[in-house]
């Protein structure tokens, strides 16, 4: 259908409108009963709780027992999700309405792995034989990459891809390219340079030979100044190595961007210039040509397995009733948890190595999408919004943080995600890490009272006086919530099922707490005080334009310049 344009900063949506839901006052009450309530007693209730709270869709089986939720609260969460309009919101959002209101943008990175042959309109134009052009055109020149007919300036067909980016043209890209390692080309290495420390292509640059890397160079606007700096000094190290000769930068840089006068400009072909649109964001851009370098890895056929495993959980998530609707699940347990236990942050555990990006992926996505205290009609909200996210691979995180998940003072959910199978089956090693991950789910709901406590030290053979002085430090309080992902395997098709779960979470929250999840002003006032105090410091003048600390620190680091 085509786009409506309407305005979807509906007042219903908007913050004061949250905390008068029938859904809100119930889940109040609610959570007075459940906050005295250990899940020990909800397990032992209920013997079927897992059949009963586990879902499963896109290869992924989500267990959401190990929480403090019962049918009534399940209910009442969906209750508040239909009550703030997610239906509508959904349809707005999949038909292409103009939902990032303060950009006036549709937001459409569903179109981008649409494998249906439903067409989708933005402004009147239907754009899926835009998205399926570049898909082709990505596929002709992966290929050409791939099977040695695309060669540097010397003729060496190419055996480093080093991808130039910042944010969701390097989070997303990265993550994947290392989530999908088995199915990446044995003999083509993948580099990624984002930080604008020079150390970082400094680093790059010393593992690639001029003759036979290429560059990727993704930023829509091609004017992010920490990609062009980076794609700057890589075009001029290439330049010392090839004695100048500017025809080389044709055969060892390509863009991803929409601005073709930038990218001629720098020197690169614009007939190797993969676009995409303003419907599409940037922590949401790695089904797009954002995703080049992760699809020069993988080759085209995984990267669209990829885009299918995502358009499966789109397809659930908008045809799903909410009680068994994974993303809108996930989601409001979130809000559960953030709104009415008051946490403040959701720790992200892979029990796979291959998902070690994984959860700084997910911080970008959900930091940046609704780390936000104004409404979509531009009050501030009264209520919490995004938790902090942060995470490590799972066995790793058990000698690190897990400590403070067990008995620290912070109340802190948890995500596990675990593949049943693995691509390395060394030796025992998969069944010890599968029963790392369930013994730590089971120990954060269960924990350990004082009398279990006292028990094992008796049976150890500690006097009373010993057991009583111990036992304080041996109890685990438990009724930590945690929810597991079980992934059948980690392949390019259920990778894309879970990328795509996140991102639908996202907006579930988004939606309830009335925000725009699409639009990311925080980061632009630091921007632009960096452009003023880089030309600052350019100067090498005294400094006394800003606060007295920054212009203390400005002129130390200028001082220490001249040393």
């Not at 075009?235 to 044709?250: K, N, P, T, V």
């Not at 531009?378 to 942060?390: F, S």
Request: charged fraction near 20%; charge should be negative.
């Amino acid at each position: 259908m085509a786009s409506s344009h309407k305005h979807n900063s509906d007042k219903d949506t908007g913050s004061s409108a949250l905390k008068n839901t029938q859904a809100w006052t119930r889940l109040t009450e609610l959570h007075a009963d459940m906050a005295g309530t250990h899940m020990r007693d909800l397990f032992a209730a209920d013997p079927k709780r897992f059949q009963r709270f586990t879902v499963s869709a896109g290869g992924i089986l989500y267990d959401y027992s190990k929480n403090l939720i019962d049918k009534e609260v399940i209910a009442a969460l969906c209750d508040l999700a239909k009550e703030r309009g997610l239906e509508r919101r959904t349809t707005a959002m999949f038909s292409g309405d103009i939902i990032n209101t303060t950009e006036k943008r549709a937001v459409l990175h569903t179109a981008l792995r649409n494998r249906s042959n439903a067409k989708i309109f933005v402004d009147g134009h239907n754009v899926m034989p835009d998205v399926m052009d570049v898909l082709a055109r990505m596929r002709t020149f992966t290929d050409k990459v791939r099977s040695g007919e695309w060669t540097g300036c010397t003729g060496k067909p190419i055996r480093s891809i080093v991808n130039i980016g910042i944010g969701g043209s390097d989070l997303g890209p990265y993550m994947a390219t290392e989530a999908l390692k088995p199915y990446a080309k044995d003999d083509l290495d993948l580099h990624f340079v984002s930080n604008v420390d020079g150390t970082h292509i400094s680093e790059a640059l010393k593992k690639v030979d001029y003759e036979t890397c290429l560059f990727v160079v993704v930023s829509k606007t091609f004017t992010t100044q920490e990609t062009l700096a980076n794609a700057h000094s890589a075009r001029d190290w290439l330049m010392a190595q090839c004695g100048g000769d500017e025809s080389a930068i044709a055969r060892h840089f390509v863009a991803v961007s929409t601005n073709a006068q930038q990218v001629s400009d720098f020197g690169i072909d614009t007939d190797n210039m993969f676009g995409f649109w303003d419907w599409v964001g940037g922590r949401f851009s790695l089904w797009s040509a954002v995703g080049l370098s992760l699809a020069l890895a993988i080759g085209m056929d995984n990267f669209e397995d990829m885009l299918a495993g995502a358009h499966e959980m789109d397809q659930h998530f908008r045809t799903a009733p909410f009680e068994k609707n994974m993303p809108v699940l996930m989601g409001m347990l979130g809000v559960w948890y953030r709104n009415f236990f008051g946490t403040s942050s959701q720790v992200i555990a892979p029990y796979d190595q291959y998902l070690h990006r994984f959860p700084a992926y997910l911080q970008q996505l959900e930091m940046e999408s609704n780390g936000k205290s104004v409404d979509l009609d531009g009050n501030r909200v009264d209520y919490e919004t995004c938790p902090v996210i942060w995470g490590e691979p799972g066995t790793n995180g058990q000698h690190a943080f897990f400590q403070l998940l067990h008995q620290g003072t912070q109340f802190i959910p948890a995500d596990f995600i675990l593949p049943v199978k693995t691509h390395n089956p060394v030796n025992d090693q998969h069944r010890l890490l599968a029963a790392n991950c369930f013994s730590q789910t089971e120990a954060m709901m269960r924990g350990k009272t004082a009398g279990e406590a006292a028990d094992e030290l008796r049976v150890a053979g500690y006097g009373e006086d010993e057991v009583e002085a111990l036992v304080p430090f041996k109890v685990f309080e438990g009724n930590r919530p945690t929810s597991t992902l079980l992934l059948d395997v980690l392949d390019p098709k259920t990778l894309g099922a879970l990328i795509a779960l996140y991102e639908h979470k996202v907006f579930v929250q988004g939606v309830v707490w009335g925000l725009n999840s699409f639009d990311q002003w925080g980061v632009e006032l630091g921007k632009q005080l960096a452009k003023t105090i880089a030309d600052e410091l350019d100067s090498g003048l005294t400094v006394s334009s800003h606060d007295d600390s920054t212009n203390g620190l400005m002129n130390a680091w200028l001082q220490g310049q001249g040393d």
